[in-house]
C-alpha cells in the first residue's frame, strides 16, 4: 500500500517558470489537499478538494492552482514560480469520516525558486 | 491571523522526563484537534486526536488534555524517549468532512540520553 505519492521530491526552478507537482493517492480517498510548510509557521493549506471534480482555496491560495479529474490524482501547478513560493509542499488525504478522521501526508516536495 | 498557537517553539528534556506542548485555539466551530509528529525529512503522521467532549486521551505514553472553556489543549509525552526527538504539530479541523488542518507553528522537541 503506498499511502500518497509525491513527486518529484526535489526541484529547483527559476522565477517565472512554471512546474506541476503531482500527488496521487491508492486508498480511494474523497478529500485531498495541498500544504505548504514553512519555518515557523506550521504548515498552511492552499487548496483542497472534497471529490473528483470539486476543488477550493484554502488559506494561501495565491499562485496555485488545482485541479481534480480522478480520485487518485491531485496535483498542484505553480503558475508562474517566485522566490515566496520556496517552502516544503505536502500533499495529504482523508477517507470518508465513516473510516475516521485520519489525514495521511506525502513525504514532501521539496521546491526552491531562485 | 493565527487561529492556533502553539508553544513553546523549541523543547529539551532529559529522557525519562515529561515533555508538554500547549496549544490555543480561537475558533470554537473546530471540532476535532490532533497532534501530529514529524520526522526530519518526512511528512506529518497523527500521533493522537481528540474531540471537544472529551477532556483527556491516553495512548500508551501520549495524552491530550482539552479545556474547552479555555480553548486550549496539550500534549504530554511521558517518559520521553530519545526516540521521540522530532517535531510535532497541533491542529485543528474546520468542519470535520472536509480534510481541512489549521496548524500550530511546531515544536522541535530534543530528547537527551
Known amino acids: 500500500n503506498a499511502g500518497v505519492t509525491q513527486t518529484p521530491k526535489f526541484q529547483v526552478l527559476k522565477t517565472g517558470q512554471s512546474m506541476t507537482l503531482q500527488c496521487a493517492q491508492d486508498?480511494?480517498?474523497?478529500?485531498m489537499s495541498w500544504y505548504r510548510q514553512d519555518p515557523g509557521m506550521g504548515l498552511r493549506l492552499i487548496h483542497y478538494?472534497?471529490?473528483?471534480?470539486?476543488?477550493d482555496q484554502g488559506e494561501v491560495p495565491n499562485g496555485y492552482n488545482v485541479s481534480r479529474s480522478t480520485t487518485e490524482d491531485f496535483p498542484l501547478r505553480l503558475l508562474s514560480a517566485a522566490p515566496s513560493q520556496t517552502s516544503v509542499y505536502f500533499c495529504a488525504s482523508r477517507g470518508q469520516a465513516a473510516s475516521g478522521n485520519t489525514i495521511y501526508f506525502g513525504e514532501g516536495s521539496w521546491l526552491t525558486v531562485v | 491571523q493565527q487561529q492556533v498557537k502553539q508553544s513553546p517553539q523549541s523543547l529539551i528534556v532529559q529522557k525519562g522526563g515529561i515533555s508538554i506542548i500547549n496549544c490555543a485555539y480561537e475558533?470554537?466551530?473546530?471540532?476535532?484537534f490532533p497532534w501530529y509528529q514529524q520526522f526530519p525529512g518526512k511528512g506529518p503522521a497523527l500521533l493522537i486526536a481528540?474531540?471537544?467532549?472529551?477532556s483527556e486521551k491516553k495512548e500508551g505514553r501520549f495524552t491530550i488534555s482539552f479545556n474547552k472553556s479555555a480553548k486550549q489543549f496539550s500534549l504530554h509525552i511521558m517518559d520521553s524517549q530519545p526516540g521521540d526527538s522530532a517535531t510535532y504539530f497541533c491542529a485543528a479541523s474546520i468542519g470535520s468532512n472536509t480534510g481541512k488542518l489549521i496548524f500550530g507553528q511546531g515544536t522541535t522537541l530534543q530528547v537527551k540520553p
Open positions: 486508498m480511494n480517498h474523497e478529500y
Open positions: 475558533n470554537t466551530a473546530f471540532d476535532y
Open positions: 478538494s472534497v471529490g473528483a471534480g470539486i476543488t
Open positions: 481528540i474531540r471537544p467532549d472529551v
